[in-house]
């Protein structure tokens, strides 16, 4: 058998206004073999693209979430928010969570593409979710921390800063941290 070692590049063309120029072309290849596939989305508008298992999700200005296929580069579907989605893609136990600027998080099945639920927060969601226990984690600039139960979208708490919340929070020792 041979062995396939995968190796993703992204390659970002950032020209003014920014957000709306970037191209992120995503290329596999398999060392074996030498090829290399790709797959551009013009106007990508994620802070990074997160690959898992053969797909990579990223988020657009175009106000989409794109799943590809990181084999062969090819859209597995996808699914139009209300704004531009600028956040990274979370994924756990087969739910991809994105955050958009329409104010809300999205969490999807990851192998369908279909809506699970939407959260609307007072503000944007520049940052990127992230999960830990079945909780996800999200911050907005209507200057709140939430914390939603990751299968049914429901508040279980929200945490009021002193100003919007741009950067993503972590988790670590049971402890949400964040940046305002």
């Not at 990274?88 to 099945?109: E, K, R, T």
């Not at 639920?117 to 909780?135: A, F, K």
């Not at 049914?152 to 800063?161: H, Q, R, S």
Request: net charge neutral; aromatic share 10%.
């Amino acid at each position: 058998m041979r062995r396939q070692i995968l190796l993703l590049f992204f390659t970002l063309l950032i020209l003014v206004p920014a957000w709306e120029a970037v191209s992120v072309t995503v290329a596999t290849s398999h060392v074996t073999h030498g090829q290399v596939l790709k797959s551009t989305i013009k106007e990508a508008g994620s802070i990074l693209p997160i690959l898992i298992g053969s797909v990579v999700y990223v988020g657009s200005s175009d106000h989409n979430l794109y799943p590809l296929d990181a084999r062969t580069g090819t859209k597995i579907w996808n699914y139009k928010t209300g704004d531009v989605v600028e956040s990274s893609p979370a994924v756990a136990n087969g739910i991809v969570y994105i955050g958009s600027w329409d104010h809300n998080l999205y969490a999807f099945n990851a192998t369908t593409g279909m809506k699970i639920w939407n959260y609307p927060t007072g503000d944007t969601v520049h940052c990127s979710p992230i999960t830990s226990r079945s909780i996800v984690y999200v911050g907005s600039e209507d200057k709140n921390v939430y914390a939603l139960n990751a299968t049914a979208g429901t508040k279980m708490w929200n945490y009021t800063t002193g100003g919007p919340v741009v950067s993503s929070p972590t988790v670590t020792n049971g402890i949400v941290l964040h940046r305002e």
